[in-house]
Every structure is written in C-alpha cells, then in structure tokens.
C-alpha cells in the first residue's frame, strides 16, 4: 500500500487543551501537563516556555512549546486505488508564538542549531498568540532526547531578520517519558 500523504488529525479539544492553565510551566525544566476531558480521559503533555524582560523588568511570556501523543490521518490508495484514510499515532509539536509574526514564512523547528521540520500555523488569537504545530518523527525525537537546545525561527511582519526562540532539552526524554 502506497501512503500518498500525511495530514494532522488534531481535534478542537487537542487545540484547546495546549491553552490550558499555563501556570506550572517554567522557563528551566519540561513538565507534565495533564487536562481531565467529560468522560475523566486524562490528556497529557511536556511543556517549556521562553521568556523576556519589559523595560520595567517584568517577566513576559514570549513561546510556549508543548510534545504531546495524539493521532494522524494517513492517506493511501486500496486495490481499486481508492483513497483510504486511517489514524495512526503520532507525536506532535507544538508552539504558541508572539503576535505579529510573519504568517507567510513558515516557522522552523531547530535542534542544536540544525533543521529539523517546518512548522504549520493552525490559528492566531490575543490570549495566546499564534499556534504552530507539525508531526514528530522517531528520528527527531531521538535527536531531541540527546540534544541540548531545540528553537523555534520565525521573524516579525514586515521584517526580513530571523527571530530564534531557544528552550532547553536537558531533561526533555525523562519528561517525555511520562507521556
């Protein structure tokens, strides 16, 4: 069976569930961040954030970045060479970025300074700024689980200068673990 292409299968509550209370979250270590849906599922991911000092010092929220499990829709032809969709697991990234960022430059997911995937806007709102998200392959988790520093590179409207966005991965697969 020929898979044809991939596409993100993220449900309305996945999209949600990334602008949760972000409280726990810090700047220095990735933790486990857990949502209850109505029927007591229990939907966990890893999260770190980035941020910058005002002019008058105080702490703002720049990137959010969140690993979670969820699924993806497979396409592939049957026999008659009809196209079939099926789920399969996958594992996703996901990034809530500043405002005013450039939408028509795909963001670049970067680990230790090397490329790793493009990212994909999802949607942009006040609360959270614009989200971008794209699909793990074993093969970078596995860089990401032995890496250093993973970046998020988009720029701002209007502006031809990169903006690189670093976290920390030092303790990334002992969290991710717990997912």
Request: hydrophobic share 35%.
């Amino acid at each position: 069976m020929f898979i044809k292409k991939y596409a993100l299968y993220i449900s309305l509550f996945l999209l949600c569930f990334m602008t949760s209370t972000f409280s726990k979250i810090n700047t220095t270590s990735w933790i486990k961040h857990c949502v209850k849906e109505a029927n007591n599922k229990e939907n966990c991911s890893i999260a770190i954030k980035n941020e910058v000092e005002d002019k008058d010092k105080k702490k703002l929220t720049l990137s959010t970045i969140f690993v979670l499990k969820g699924e993806q829709n497979v396409t592939s032809k049957d026999k008659d060479g009809k196209n079939i969709t099926t789920k399969k697991p996958a594992v996703i990234f996901v990034a809530n970025l500043p405002l005013n960022v450039d939408l028509t430059a795909r963001p670049q997911l970067l680990i230790d300074d090397k490329k790793a995937i493009d990212l994909t806007f999802t949607n942009c709102n006040q609360n959270d700024g614009c989200k971008t998200m794209g699909i793990l392959s074993n093969d970078i988790l596995e860089k990401m689980r032995k890496g250093k520093t993973i970046s998020v590179v988009t720029r701002s409207y209007g502006s031809a200068q990169n903006i690189k966005i670093d976290f920390p991965l030092e303790d990334f697969d002992s969290e991710f673990k717990k997912i």
